[in-house]
């Protein structure tokens, strides 16, 4: 599987992985790169308060950005035990599948990135 690796300050810890496959999907979104931006932000703030295990999971969230509508989105991932998460489809969705992520507590924190 091709994956783009994302990484936080040190550069041998990976926190998590994007698959080429979500990187298109973002592209081919109507969001602005910003907005591209606030989501990756999002994804790697939410790394690690994923589920884990073997199977494959869909998480919701939320980009809020002054001056432009919210979109909601989701991704789906896996996440096995004692590896890192590693995302590989986005989804823009509605706010009704946003609320039920919350209901179901698959949603995704956004932690200050509002802009």
Known sequence: MDAKQKSTEDEEELT???EEGL????????????????????????AGGLI???LTYVAGGVCSRK???????????YNPKGEI?????YEDT????YLDHILDQTN???????I
């Open 23 to 46: 990187v298109e999907d973002l592209k081919e979104s109507d969001m602005t790169v910003q907005q591209a931006e606030d989501i990756i932000g999002m994804l790697e703030d939410n």
């Open 85 to 89: 998460p590693t995302y590989y489809i």
């Open 16 to 18: 998590f992985q994007l």
């Open 94 to 97: 509605d706010c009704d599948t």
């Open 67 to 77: 001056g432009y509508d919210d979109l909601f989105f989701q991704v789906h991932y």
């Open 108 to 114: 995704l924190l956004d932690y200050g990135r509002i």
């Open 52 to 54: 884990v295990g073997p």
